[in-house]
């Protein structure tokens, strides 16, 4: 369990809707308390109760909130979508999140417009973490992959990082460039079909940043350099119309085979669900680690709930 000395007081009350609301140290305060709480089960949120708000499906990240509430012997409520609430009767956003401020210590909203999650934060009276709002930011998300990342590489600087898929409509690799940029020393491929490439505006905030990043239409051309290849789903979800999905999918299909000549030290992220993208062969190479990453999600997310109520701090 994480002692005073760990602990950011500065997170007490924050929302997180953006990785950029954290400072380095922030993230990195973050993932030493969900160190410390790996294997924690204790009943530091008794008492307390989390909104789970997921306007938009999803597996792991609802369910390693429920599990890490569950870990610290709290409460929760909220839905799983938004059929059987009264947002089916016209009740916006604005007057859903003043109810659950009322009825929670904490709200995780998911929800599919870009966005949704900073109006939450300015209109809550109690901190709003954003679960994924449309293709915008994924910053729970963040923190797990960077958790992989320091677990496998022993730090998160000076990487040559590839990202791979859908980079246009993927909120998990916005997210993780903009992390990605605050470390001295990393590189960023960005591999993807041309229809899919990263926002102008994201490349923009690297080029200022001073980051070395380049664009690149096949996977092979990233594979003997990389030291993370975070792999992702073309999202059919988030396309206008079923033409563009038609002519981007199974554009990547990476293989054991394609794995001959990279480094030893090379790991295979994916925030998951995985369609076609990774072949199951894959999972049996000692490059895959997208199911442990996914697991990290219970002890940062842990450790998110920890910093942002405050548990530990003296009154
Ligand atoms: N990585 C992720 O957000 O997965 P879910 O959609 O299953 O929550």
């Known amino acids: 369990m994480p002692d005073q000395a760990v602990l950011a007081p500065g997170l007490r009350g924050r929302s997180l809707v953006s990785i950029r609301d954290f400072s380095r140290l922030e993230i990195e305060e973050v993932l030493a308390t969900a160190s410390h709480?790996?294997?924690?089960?204790?009943?530091?949120?008794?008492?307390?109760?989390?909104?789970?708000?997921?306007?938009?499906?999803?597996?792991?990240?609802?369910?390693?909130?429920?599990?890490?509430?569950?870990?610290?012997?709290?409460?929760?409520?909220?839905?799983?979508?938004?059929?059987?609430?009264?947002?089916?009767?016209g009740e916006t956003l604005y007057d859903t999140i003043q109810m659950f401020s009322a009825y929670s210590d904490a709200i995780v909203l998911r929800h599919p417009r870009d966005g949704s999650?900073?109006?939450?934060?300015?209109?809550?009276?109690?901190?709003?973490?954003?679960?994924?709002?449309?293709?915008?930011?994924?910053?729970?998300?963040?923190?797990?992959?960077?958790?992989?990342?320091?677990?496998?590489?022993?730090?998160?600087?000076?990487?040559?990082?590839?990202?791979?898929?859908?980079?246009?409509?993927?909120?998990?690799?916005?997210?993780?460039?903009?992390?990605?940029?605050?470390?001295?020393?990393?590189?960023?491929?960005y591999v993807s079909p041309p229809?899919?490439?990263?926002?102008?505006?994201?490349?923009?905030?690297?080029?200022?940043?001073?980051?070395?990043?380049?664009?690149?239409?096949?996977?092979?051309?990233?594979?003997?350099?990389?030291?993370?290849?975070?792999?992702?789903?073309?999202?059919?979800?988030?396309?206008?119309?079923?033409?563009?999905?038609?002519?981007?999918?199974?554009?990547?299909?990476l293989t054991a085979g394609m794995l001959r000549k990279v480094r030893s030290s090379l790991r295979i992220l994916h925030p998951l669900p995985r369609v076609d993208e990774i072949a199951p062969d894959v999972d049996h190479t000692p490059y895959a680690f997208y199911f442990q990453q996914a697991a990290g999600g219970v002890p940062v997310r842990k450790a998110l709930l920890w910093l942002l109520l405050g548990i530990g701090e003296r009154a």
């Open 37 to 89: 709480l790996e294997g924690h089960r204790g009943d530091e949120l008794a008492g307390r109760q989390i909104a789970l708000l997921f306007y938009e499906n999803s597996t792991r990240t609802r369910n390693s909130f429920v599990t890490a509430v569950h870990h610290l012997g709290g409460s929760l409520c909220g839905f799983d979508s938004a059929e059987g609430t009264s947002v089916q009767k």
């Open 195 to 253: 229809s899919l490439r990263m926002p102008s505006e994201q490349l923009s905030s690297l080029r200022q940043a001073g980051v070395e990043w380049s664009e690149h239409d096949c996977l092979e051309a990233v594979l003997d350099e990389a030291d993370v290849l975070y792999v992702t789903r073309i999202q059919r979800e988030r396309m206008p119309d079923e033409t563009e999905y038609e002519k981007v999918r199974g554009a990547f299909r």
């Open 117 to 189: 999650a900073r109006w939450a934060a300015d209109s809550a009276s109690v901190p709003v973490i954003n679960a994924g709002d449309g293709k915008n930011q994924h910053p729970t998300q963040t923190l797990l992959d960077l958790y992989a990342i320091r677990g496998t590489q022993g730090r998160l600087d000076n990487l040559t990082v590839a990202l791979v898929g859908d980079l246009k409509y993927g909120r998990t690799v916005h997210s993780l460039s903009d992390a990605l940029s605050m470390y001295p020393g990393n590189k960023l491929r």
